[in-house]
């Protein structure tokens, strides 16, 4: 199975503010109850992961697996546009060995997880806009020593430019 890497400009200071918590009490208890309840009190502002459509009366009934990370998935569509991905696509791989092969591994293609949180069993990162700002001057100085990769990793310069000021969520 091929993986797609997909990134969305994320407004990680509201993130930080109004959910976090939520989400890491939710998936540390195993309840969704506060979930649920951010969920009803912003769902004018939430809509599908997958096809980013707006959420109907009967949400609830349309999640896969009713756990904290399906409630979670949902309760970040208010930080980040579903329709709006700016990610590596399949070719995320090959940027991300290219790094690998240059000391970076994959902190600028993918983040920092937030344990337990995996809604799609493929990988679930976050970047705040230091993180971006922070990997963008990675990805500088990389170009410094090896000019020649610039048209392989202007996906990814791209990529963090976009989530540089809000930051970036990343999933497979």
Avoid: C
């Amino acid at each position: 199975m091929s993986m797609s890497h997909k990134a969305f400009v994320f407004d990680a200071a509201a993130f930080e503010r109004e959910l976090r918590a939520i989400l890491e009490q939710a998936i540390a208890a195993r309840d969704v109850t506060p979930l649920r309840a951010f969920i009803e009190a912003n769902r004018a502002a939430l809509s599908s992961p997958e096809a980013g459509t707006e959420l109907d009366d009967d949400w609830e009934a349309q999640l896969e697996i009713p756990d904290a990370e399906q409630y979670g998935d949902l309760a970040l569509t208010k930080y980040y546009d579903p329709g709006a991905d700016i990610g590596l696509g399949p070719d995320w791989l090959g940027t991300s060995e290219l790094l690998d092969a240059h000391g970076l591994g994959d902190a600028l293609t993918l983040g920092t997880s937030l344990p337990g949180f995996d809604p799609g069993k493929q990988g679930s990162y976050f970047q705040s806009p230091a993180q971006v700002r922070a990997n963008l001057r990675a990805l500088g100085e990389l170009l410094g020593r090896e000019p020649a990769f610039a048209t392989d990793l202007a996906p990814l310069r791209a990529m963090l430019d976009e989530g540089r000021d809000a930051g970036l969520y990343v999933t497979f």
